[in-house]
């Protein structure tokens, strides 16, 4: 990377976590969630979660944090969770569900070369000029007889609305997708993670539950987990450190079942893969579970 290249992504990223105080994140000029949203929320002077020793070791003491997200492709997918940006006047189209009656019905407005998530949950996430209406749907695929996905949700950007109790959207914890991504230039705010084993229990804001145990050391969805104030990061370089620090300020939402702190974020061709890959260098060990009881919009 040339000096002046180097410099540009330094200053892009300082800005990513920068003090944007009563600022939410923006995309196609709609927020996205206010600033009071508990995605937008920062957690770095609440107090550590009881149990939180208990929580970090039943998600993994040893293993450690990684970017599911980069640049490039992988087996000819790109490396993350893309979203779409379409007109206020893009044509909605129908969707049949697999949990119909969790989902919302629609339409939705689905572009016609659609950027999709790769592997198998093929999420699908629109974001909607003008409306600021955001589109999420989960294993979405086209058949015959039209599209067809597990489940689908609808927000309004400009609400701190959540889902009704118990009802699933394209994520396993009932929550949006796009605020928890780590999207290049826009770290301000916290971002999403999974774990292998969740207990059968979900805390706001999350609003649903994929768990089969209802063993209390196992996490629920929607817990919210920081890296420690004391954790060094000057060591690391320009994105990764970008990424600790919000993780800092922000933390990181339980989302869904998965790897274990694997991060959710956005393909962009500015990543740099061997910059990510340093967050590997981060373990459970070095994480802590917040009290997150006063979020509350």
Not at 71 to 80: F, K, L, M, Q, V
Not at 192 to 217: C, I, K, L, M, Q
Not at 239 to 265: C, H
Request: net charge positive; aromatic share 8%.
């Amino acid at each position: 990377m040339t000096r002046l290249a180097a410099a540009a992504t330094v200053l892009a990223l300082a800005s990513a976590v920068g003090d944007a105080a009563g600022a939410s994140p923006t995309i196609a000029g709609c927020p996205v969630f206010p600033s009071t949203n508990p995605w937008n929320e920062r957690v770095d002077t609440l107090p550590v979660a009881k149990g939180s020793s208990a929580l970090i070791r039943a998600i993994g003491l040893d293993r450690p944090l990684h970017a599911d997200f980069g640049s490039g492709r992988w087996d000819g997918e790109p490396i993350g969770i893309p979203y779409n940006v379409v007109p206020a006047a893009e044509p909605a189209v129908r969707v049949a569900f697999e949990y119909a009656d969790e989902s919302d019905r629609g339409p939705y407005p689905i572009p016609a070369r659609p950027k999709i998530e790769g592997g198998s949950d093929h999420h699908l996430l629109i974001v909607q000029r003008g409306t600021c209406r955001l589109y999420e749907l989960g294993g979405l695929e086209r058949t015959r007889s039209g599209w067809h996905a597990w489940a689908g949700a609808i927000w309004n950007l400009r609400s701190n609305a959540v889902r009704p109790a118990s009802r699933t959207s394209a994520d396993a914890a009932g929550l949006p997708i796009l605020p928890g991504l780590a999207r290049y230039g826009d770290l301000e705010h916290a971002l999403r993670f999974t774990a292998e084993r969740t207990r059968r229990a979900y805390v706001y804001p999350a609003r649903h539950s994929a768990g089969d145990s209802n063993d209390p050391s196992l996490p629920p969805m929607g817990l919210r987990v920081r890296l420690k104030a004391s954790f060094d990061t000057r060591s690391f370089p320009p994105q990764a450190r970008a990424v600790l620090e919000a993780l800092k300020r922000y933390g990181m939402i339980l989302a869904d079942n998965g790897s274990p702190w694997f991060i959710t974020g956005a393909p962009d061709p500015r990543w740099s893969n061997d910059d990510l890959h340093s967050l590997g260098r981060v373990t459970g060990r070095d994480l802590e579970v917040v009290d997150t009881s006063r979020l509350r919009p």
